[in-house]
């Protein structure tokens, strides 16, 4: 018995990056989007679809689950959309999409656009005049005070049970007090900004960190409280020298928003 592999998918599905009230001709000009395929609009209902072709024998159902495990191109794809993104945001405000949220084509992508009006419309307003800030901390070691080591007999294998205990004990306050930061940290950040959000900390392999992340904060601010959010992050990590703050942005602002949900490019 012998079996026949199905052809790779051909033609283009519709990556969508992220929607708009409106968008400056000269923002597109040359700007490349996912596979590097132009990004272009597409108009509806008042607002604007930025998207780019995405060839389905690399984006269609098989090929972007296989893609999707493979980190050298998810990093790629990544990259792509966020400077279609990036760019959009910094001539004007975004709702950004989803990574891979692929449309079968601009038929549907447009169908979208009229479906979710309001609500589409409703976050662009909610975030006009306003820029996402990440907030990162990290562990200080011997920031927070250490186990005193008691003297005592009991020949050098007691001796040692009681250095390890110690160290133990050190390390587990040392994480505690840092965690006990770190919700400070955020909860004076948050209440500051127009919306906050704690994402789960970053892997050291990942955050590129000696020391371990505590904080992943982001924070919706206003532009025009800006210069207050950037002494409040200053204020807090003197008040915290356990942690090492570090402040990251603007990013549009994929922390508060509902993104467009995709309809696969082989529907």
């Known amino acids: 018995m012998s079996t026949t592999a ?14 708009t009230a ?6 597109l000009a040359g700007l490349a989007g996912i596979a590097g395929t132009p990004a ?10 930025v998207v780019s072709d995405a060839p389905l024998a690399e984006y269609g159902e098989e090929a972007l689950r296989r893609n999707l495990e493979d980190l050298g191109w998810l ?15 910094r001539s004007g405000t975004v709702v950004p999409a989803r990574l891979a949220t692929v449309h079968r084509d601009d038929d549907r992508v447009t169908r ?30 011997g920031a927070t005070p250490r186990a005193e080591e008691r003297v005592g007999g009991g020949g050098s294998g007691a001796a040692y049970l009681r250095r390890r205990k110690a160290q133990l004990t050190a ?40 020391t371990a992340m505590v904080l992943n904060g982001a924070y ?27 402040p990251t942005g603007p990013w549009p602002p994929y922390s508060f928003v509902a993104e467009p949900e995709a309809e696969p490019a082989w529907a």
């Open 6 to 19: 199905e052809p790779a998918p051909t033609g283009n599905g519709v990556w969508l990056h992220g929607v």
């Open 75 to 89: 990093e790629r794809a990544a990259r792509a959309h966020h400077a279609v993104v990036d760019a959009l945001a």
């Open 171 to 210: 390390r587990e306050e040392g994480q505690r007090l840092a965690a006990d930061a770190a919700a400070a940290v955020h909860a004076a950040l948050a209440g500051y900004a127009a919306a906050a959000r704690r994402h789960a900390p970053q892997d050291r392999r990942l955050s590129g960190a000696p």
């Open 220 to 246: 919706l601010v206003d532009r025009d409280r800006l210069d207050g959010f950037a002494v409040l992050v200053r204020e807090l990590t003197g008040r915290h020298p356990e942690l090492r703050l570090e």
């Open 112 to 141: 979208v656009l009229r479906e979710r009006r309001d609500e589409l419309a409703g976050t662009l307003a909610r975030l006009t005049g306003r820029e996402e800030w990440g907030v990162k901390g990290y562990l200080v070691p």
């Open 40 to 49: 272009r609009a597409v108009p509806a209902a008042g607002l604007v679809a």
């Open 22 to 27: 409106e968008v400056v001709p000269a923002t």
